[in-house]
């Protein structure tokens, strides 16, 4: 596609529910990130992926968060037993071949727990 | 740890005024990119710097990368309304202690009153 497409565009769930969020790269792309960006404040990495396999998962805060790109295109970020403490904007980015080529981002997942 | 400050946090400026955002980082790496955020937007790319020296212009933007002093700065020439955004500034980590996604600062929230 033209650019990077995460859907939904707001998502709106009660705590201890499981939600998934999902990320079309660019296509092409080989690399793609997957951010958490709350309010006020600058995004933080969350996971990498190079082609399916998951290069990076370090800035998962913890085991509830977990996240898949089985044919090395699209992404899921899964969720599990959500918190209030979850609800952000998860935004995700794809670039060419990784951290060395320029990094585009989607329009993000407002997610919030209530 | 890779850290990225920013500042300042928060700048009201006049129009036709000069600034300079700075964005300081504590470990080696030479790629730096600036982002701009439109209140409820996702981020769009506006510079990457490359090497040590690099800089970039466009339109009343430029940005310039110092690796040694692990510095990079954005500078706003005659400020217009429509330049008013956020601005982040992100560094790539290299050290192999920090992840693979990058690293963002809090950003800054600028202002540009007419």
């Known amino acids: 596609g033209a650019g990077v497409s995460q859907t939904p565009s707001n998502k709106v769930t009660e705590k201890g529910k499981y939600v998934e969020l999902r990320c079309d790269p660019i296509s092409g792309h080989t690399a793609l990130y997957w951010y958490r960006q709350s309010l006020g404040q600058g995004p933080e990495f969350l996971i990498y992926?190079?082609?399916?396999?998951?290069?990076?998962d370090s800035g998962l805060p913890n085991d509830r968060f977990f996240a898949v790109r089985p044919e090395g295109s699209v992404s899921t970020l899964k969720i599990q037993r959500t918190e209030r403490g979850d609800s952000a904007v998860y935004l995700c980015a794809s670039s060419l071949t990784g951290m060395n080529t320029e990094a585009f981002f989607g329009q993000g997942t407002r997610l919030t727990v209530v | 740890e890779l850290k990225v400050e920013q500042n300042p946090l928060f700048l009201s400026m006049q129009e036709g005024k000069n600034y300079t955002i700075y964005c300081n980082y504590s470990?080696?790496?030479?790629?730096l990119y600036w982002y701009r955020q439109d209140p409820g937007k996702s981020l769009e790319s506006l510079f990457v710097?490359?090497?040590?020296?690099a800089v970039k212009q466009e339109g009343r933007l430029m940005a310039s990368l110092d690796t040694k002093a692990r510095l990079s700065t954005l500078h706003i020439t005659a400020a217009v309304h429509d330049l008013s955004a956020t601005y982040f500034c992100?560094?790539?980590?290299?050290?192999?202690?920090?992840?693979?996604?990058?690293?963002f600062g809090k950003g800054t929230h600028l202002i540009i009153q007419p």
């Open positions: 710097l490359l090497s040590n020296g």
């Open positions: 992926f190079q082609g399916t396999g998951a290069a990076d």
């Open positions: 470990t080696t790496s030479d790629r």
């Open positions: 992100a560094v790539a980590d290299y050290s192999g202690g920090g992840a693979d996604g990058l690293t």
